[in-house]
């Protein structure tokens, strides 16, 4: 943290969304040990913290998206929230997107990845090499809704790892599956999309499918037979 954010009180925060937090846990915790070795000063209000209402949002409840807004903003407000910093493709896009729609939002907010393909580029992150094959499935609220698509992309090439895509990929992905309520309210329909998705990743030869998602994550590998499905942060080594 600068000093004219010491000094104006400005803190960054990092926001792990509700399924790294309760769920993959493990993929949370990487991108903290990422974020420190970066040297980004944040912090966390995990006792406080409420949901983005992304879910809410998407199923149709207006009112209660928008509590949610207005509680979020009294928390962010009180802790002098100037940024925010989250490894979920929908509290990303539901922060720079809907929430921005209130004339009270002030606040920057950064996927993850876009957190670390900067440091890269600025030469700031060492990290280790691993000559494999893999193909990137980009999910809908970061690659079709929010245009972040090279930035993950560009950390897997700094790995050292071959890329290659899909039949469709970037903002014509298709979707795992899982997201909008789908795994939930219609699990069969949701499991043939997942292994669709599969069998195109199959399909490129490659070793591994990446994603920065924990949700496309868990659906795919959910589906997947044969082929390792990992987050981002899990073929992430520190140098």
């Known amino acids: 943290m600068g000093l004219f954010d010491s000094l104006f009180g ?3 925060l990092y926001y792990p969304g509700c399924l790294a937090k309760f769920v ?9 040990k990422i974020l420190r070795k970066i040297g980004i000063d944040f912090i966390k209000l995990e006792d ?3 949901c983005c ?3 809410v949002l998407n199923a149709g409840y207006k009112k209660d998206f928008n509590d949610l807004v207005e509680k979020n903003l009294k928390i962010f407000k009180e802790h002098s929230i100037k940024k925010i910093i989250t490894p979920c493709p929908a509290c990303y896009k539901t922060f720079s997107q809907d929430y921005s729609k209130t004339d009270k939002w002030n606040i920057k ?4 990845t876009q957190t670390i393909s900067k440091t890269i580029d600025k030469g700031k992150l060492k990290l280790k090499k ?10 809908c609220h970061l690659g079709r809704h929010c245009n972040i698509i090279d930035e993950p992309r560009n950390i897997l090439k700094f790995m050292g790892m071959n890329v290659v895509e899909m039949r469709n990929n970037k903002e014509d992905s298709l979707c795992c599956g899982a997201g909008g309520g789908m ?6 329909v949701a499991n043939v999309a997942a292994k669709n998705r599969i069998k195109q990743a199959e399909d490129t ?5 990446v994603t920065s998602c924990s949700l496309c994550k868990l659906h795919l590998a959910e589906n997947s037979k044969k082929m390792k499905v990992f987050e981002l942060s899990e073929v992430i080594e520190l140098d």
């Open 10 to 12: 400005g803190n960054t």
């Open 24 to 32: 993959s846990k493990d993929v949370s915790e990487k991108y903290e």
């Open 48 to 50: 406080l913290e409420l």
């Open 53 to 55: 209402g992304s879910p």
């Open 109 to 112: 907010v950064e996927h993850i």
């Open 130 to 139: 691993k000559d494999i094959k893999v193909t990137f499935h980009d999910p």
């Open 183 to 188: 795994k939930t309210n219609h699990p069969d």
């Open 205 to 209: 030869g490659a070793d591994e499918v």
